[in-house]
């Protein structure tokens, strides 16, 4: 049973775009939402990660909008660029957990 | 820095038989983990570790153990290979409980 349910599954975007992908959770416990960026052939790398006490926090082009009545965050790439080409994965922890439970995952290309 | 280490890189198995994989870490971290990534699947936990001569069970943990009798190293070992662990198997460590997991290049097997 998949603890966070991420989609699209794919994703094709226009270089200068905005790419968008969502991720949903239902256990409330969950208090600490990290984003990972993958290249073909390496392991992943943190991007980006939010609690739940603010909406929204952004790092250069990337932004993690989150909602917590809904349990639901999402990440937007404004601006997309060919070399953001990559699979994205979302994640979620508790504060009393000691693991992290990762989405599907998505394959984001951008093309120029 | 290596970071997070791997060994190998890649493996072929034939149903049966066993083989250990070697995850090392340079950055004094306290946790260590063992995922497993398959095609829509995303990244999932089989085992970690909190700390020197601990282990623990993760999200798919039948067909493997692992041990972690120096701080450094998280071992992974298959003790009779089956087609279904035909994945790439990530390690990652990170200081804290909730702290960034830093993720090796990644072990490719694949189980014949």
């Known amino acids: 049973q998949q603890q966070v349910k991420q989609s699209p599954q794919s994703l094709i975007v226009q270089k200068g775009g905005i790419s968008i992908i969502n991720c949903a959770y239902e256990n409330t416990a969950f208090d600490y939402f990290p984003w990972y960026q993958q290249f073909p052939g390496k392991g992943p790398a943190l991007l980006i990660a939010?609690?739940?006490?603010?909406s929204e926090k952004k790092e250069g082009r990337f932004t993690i909008s989150f909602n917590k009545s809904a349990k639901q965050f999402s990440l937007h790439i404004m601006d997309s660029q060919p070399g953001d080409s990559a699979t994205y994965f979302c994640a979620a922890s508790r504060d009393t957990g000691n693991q992290f439970y990762f989405g599907t995952g998505t394959s984001l290309t951008v093309i120029p | 820095n290596a970071g997070v280490t791997q060994t190998p890189k890649f493996r072929v198995l034939k149903t049966g038989q066993s083989m250990t994989l070697l995850c090392a870490q340079d950055m004094n971290h306290e946790y260590m983990y063992w995922y497993r990534q398959d095609p829509g699947m995303g990244l999932r936990l089989i085992h970690y570790?909190?700390?020197?001569?601990?282990?623990a069970k993760g999200e798919v943990p039948d067909g493997y153990n692992v041990s972690r009798l120096k701080k450094q190293n998280f071992l992974l070992g298959l003790e009779s290979a089956a087609p279904s662990q035909t994945s790439v198997y990530f390690c990652?460590?990170?200081?804290?409980?909730?702290?960034?997991?830093?993720f090796g290049p990644g072990t490719r097997l694949l189980v014949l």
């Open positions: 990652a460590s990170s200081y804290g409980r909730r702290g960034t997991q830093y």
């Open positions: 570790s909190v700390g020197e001569g601990t282990t």
């Open positions: 939010i609690r739940p006490d603010v």
